[in-house]
């Protein structure tokens, strides 16, 4: 292996073997063995994936839920050992994949960091040295003597990401841990990962469903999909193709259809993932109005955008006058930083009573069901100094 590759994979597979049935008895054991009955069968979680961690690298995998990432991070941490294939190491490699494995409850946090920093690796000595950084990391000096399962589930984590993060090792492995404890303590964690990927003496191996995180922090990415390595190319373009296809998979499950004598559903005319600040997002607003009742009023149209990941609506529309069977709308995306949209929109009409429920003088009739809502996704971080900026805003 060169000089210059930390981690090295080379057609790895891996499957797993789930019982189908049990057997309670050893005669039913035999019968079923000499019948070709095997009791189980095998799911093919890994298939012929091969990659290189070049020293020095902030390396990301992505891929939806089941996709396999998990069990890779576990063959390259030698808990799983794959069935065809090789993982070789150069370095010490330590795993944060389960913060607070080997916590005991019943002991004191001060106990249980020299618990989970024996884990480690950690000599006492060690651990003596370090462990006044651990709690001033983890802020909880008030609370090193209580018994841990005094402790909340948010004061646990952090303890044990601030042994984790200890760990003098040259190859860190991480799984979906860069959005621990509360916010000004993900804030301290933010700054402690980019001083590592500042460090080009470590190496990180990244798994995450967070693109925001991919582009701020890696240098490369690879994308698995159902257990095979379905792209290493661009950055940006793999984390585009990851939300694309993560937004295509929930339009395949539209709602069911019910009778209505009204309906408003959305229709995106433009990528649902955007990249560029001067990109706006366009769609229909189509409607269907077949209730007597309003076949004669002045109709309207309204649209919001939630934000997804911050929560609350970052716009809305007010109400416009109904003119045909759709709208034409258009957000300009300009004014936002990355984040996942949603958008809602309702059909309208005059208010009997305009009052401080109904404002600007309209009523609701009908809104976008689930399914008939659209999402789209904005992400527009072009460099690494982007985001050095953002964090001192």
């Known amino acids: 292996m060169s000089d210059n590759i930390a981690v090295k994979v080379e057609h790895v597979s891996k499957h797993f073997r789930l019982p189908t049935e049990s057997s309670s008895s050893l005669r039913t054991t035999m019968v079923n063995y000499f019948k070709g009955i095997k009791g189980y069968r095998e799911q093919q979680v890994l298939k012929d994936i091969s990659f290189e961690v070049e020293k020095g690298d902030f390396f990301g995998i992505v891929g939806r839920n089941g996709s396999g990432k998990s069990t890779l991070l576990k063959i390259i941490s030698q808990i799983y050992v794959p069935e065809k294939g090789s993982v070789t190491i150069d370095g010490k490699l330590v795993s944060f994949i389960e913060l607070g494995v080997g916590f005991n409850p019943e002991l004191t946090g001060r106990e249980n960091v020299y618990l989970n920093g024996a884990l480690l690796g950690f000599s006492i000595e060690e651990i003596n040295e370090m462990y006044d950084d651990i709690v001033e990391f983890a802020e909880l000096s008030e609370f090193m003597n209580q018994k841990l399962k005094n402790y909340s589930s948010g004061m646990q984590v952090r ?235």
């Open 159 to 393: 303890l044990a990401f601030s042994v984790a993060i200890q760990a003098k090792s040259d190859i860190l492995v991480l799984d979906e841990i860069l959005a621990v404890g509360d916010e000004a303590f993900q804030r301290k964690s933010r700054e402690f990962f980019e001083e590592i990927r500042q460090d080009k003496s470590k190496t990180v191996i990244l798994v995450t469903h967070d693109m925001s995180a991919v582009q701020r922090y890696c240098n490369k990415v690879i994308y698995i999909k159902d257990g095979k390595l379905e792209k290493s190319e661009n950055l940006q373009e793999i984390t585009n193709q990851y939300s694309e296809d993560n937004l295509e998979s929930r339009s395949t499950h539209p709602r069911k259809k019910v009778e209505e004598k009204t309906r408003i559903w959305l229709e995106a005319k433009s990528n649902q993932v955007l990249s560029d600040s001067t990109d706006t997002f366009d769609f229909l607003v189509h409607i269907e109005n077949n209730d007597e009742r309003y076949q004669k009023e002045q109709l309207y149209v309204s649209y919001s955008l939630h934000d997804e990941r911050r929560g609350g609506i970052a716009f809305d529309s007010g109400p416009t006058p109904l003119t045909g069977n759709e709208i034409a709308a258009s957000i300009p995306v300009r004014n936002f930083h990355n984040t996942e949209f949603k958008i809602t929109a309702s059909l309208r009409k005059k208010a009997d009573i305009i009052d401080a429920i109904n404002p600007d003088g309209t009523e609701m009739i009908s809104f976008t069901k689930n399914g008939d809502d659209l999402q789209f996704i904005f992400r527009d971080i072009k460099d690494k100094a982007d985001y050095a900026l953002l964090k001192e805003i």
